[in-house]
């Protein structure tokens, strides 16, 4: 799609306009499509999951605890201890390691989404009336400037609908995951999540020709000249000492995004663990004592 912006923006062809058209109606139907899944997962997936597990919560603390103390006897009679002791937040720690790794994915995706937006709010203005300025190199259109109106486009219709997307997919995934009511399903629920964050590639492989898919790779939008190769020193630098100073801070830029990075990845989860989730609102972290010791229990025999 953005390679349609950059056709579109330099040429009045009625083919190229043709070919931008189908793009975007290929576009629309991504969105459509992403946006269906996520009712579908909130309506039939999330929504009788979460009820399922609060009912199993409710039926626990009304059985095994008399007068809101735990008994022992009630627990042994217990009749869903199988089923209690399948939901995620009775291994807390499982689920964590299972909740980072789909943190991880949806991550990666929305990177990717603010890469391209740093990419074209980068992008200088063309000193001419054009709304779009291209350069050919080694073989690929370079996209260089581009007016506001441009940027504009690109950024409501692309990108900024596929964050969107990915935060509600995290959303609508993580919940899902917290009501599940067995391990195994846990993981299998993972992977599938997993394929829905594909999707856009899926159609894009599906339906794209693969002449116009050529041409796309073809495409490519400017860097700034010290992001495009932060280790090749320029003529701007004074020798050696100017050149390592700068190359030392990129490194410094770029360890300190890797750690924020990994606290995002990590504290995410958690935070939607203990404050977020709305599965077991309330919950009082009492199943995972039980659970544990009946688990020791069956592994000593």
């Known amino acids: ?68 103390v735990f008994s022992d006897d009630a627990w042994a009679l217990f009749s869903h201890v199988e089923e209690l002791c399948q939901i995620p937040l009775s291994q807390p720690r499982f689920f964590l390691a ?29 000193s001419t009336r054009h709304s779009a300025v291209v350069e050919a190199r080694d073989g690929i259109v370079l996209l260089v400037a581009a007016n506001s109106k441009t940027k504009a486009f690109a950024l409501s219709t692309i990108l900024l609908p596929k964050v969107v997307i990915a935060v509600v997919l995290w959303w609508l995934g993580s919940s899902w995951l917290v009501s599940t009511t067995s391990f195994q399903d846990l993981l299998l629920n993972a992977v599938a999540l997993a394929f ?45 000492d100017s050149f390592k100073a700068r190359r030392d801070r990129h490194l410094v830029l770029r360890i300190v995004g890797m750690v924020l990075t990994v606290l995002v990845v990590v504290c995410l989860p958690l935070l939607f663990m203990f404050r977020l989730q709305q599965a077991l609102p309330g919950y009082r972290w009492d199943v995972h004592g039980p659970c544990e010791l009946r688990l020791d229990e069956m592994m000593a025999l």
């Open 1 to 68: 799609a953005m390679m349609a912006v950059i056709r579109s923006s330099q040429s009045r062809s009625g083919t190229v306009h043709g070919v931008t058209m189908s793009v975007f109606g290929g576009l629309v139907l991504n969105i459509v499509m992403q946006f269906y899944v996520l009712y579908c997962t909130r309506a039939y997936i999330c929504i009788p999951a979460i009820k399922a597990v609060r009912d199993l919560y409710v039926r626990y603390h009304d059985d095994v605890f008399i007068d809101g």
């Open 98 to 126: 299972v909740l980072i790794c789909w943190t991880a994915t949806v991550w990666a995706d929305l990177l990717e989404s603010f890469q391209y937006i740093s990419l074209w709010r980068a992008l200088k203005s063309p």
């Open 196 to 240: 829905v964050t594909e999707l856009d590639e899926l159609i894009y492989k599906v339906l794209v020709p693969e002449d116009i898919k050529a041409t796309v790779q073809s495409y490519a939008i400017s860097r700034p000249q010290r992001a495009s190769n932060p280790f090749a020193m320029n003529d701007e630098e004074n020798g050696w």
